[in-house]
């Protein structure tokens, strides 16, 4: 992603003003809402990095997109309007995810796994997961059928591979020294 020091340079600007004022969870649930939004709309994707678009032009579309977000997310809005910067609008997003919920202590697990986890399913790979972890640990799944079995997790900087495709892959590397 481009700009992401500058993303979480903004991310970290955005929390601590809206954490100051008590509206971390709002401007949260508004981050939340851009993110979806724009990984949703190519057209908002494209736009949002359109060079030749005016940044006022960026400016009211945002604000009429998003006319229920908080005065610190629209304040937001202004900020990378005078700095050039609408475009790291989604990257700023995301870091401001992974802020807040460091600011909450918690950690979200990716789970990849070739189907959909069962609820059961989920519990045992959270009841693992939280071994891992001493944070409140909330899990994300994430679908890939390219890695035919079992499952891949990701927690922070560490993850775990316990793919089919992993260990075919590794079975072929031996095969081919």
Known sequence: ???TRAA??????????SNAKGNAEVVGTDMKTISDAISQSSELKLFLENPVI???????ALNEIFASANADTKNLFSVLLQNKRLDILEAITAQYATL???LKGTEVAYVTTATPLTPALEAQVLAKVKELSTK???IVNEVNKDIIGGFIIRLGDMQYNASIANKLS???RE???
């Open 100 to 102: 807040y919920d460091e």
């Open 175 to 177: 095969f081919n020294n």
């Open 54 to 60: 005016k940044g006022e032009s960026k400016l009211a």
């Open 170 to 172: 590794q079975l072929k």
């Open 1 to 3: 992603m481009t700009g």
């Open 136 to 138: 409140e640990v909330t």
């Open 8 to 17: 979480l340079r903004y991310a970290k600007a955005i929390l601590d003003v």
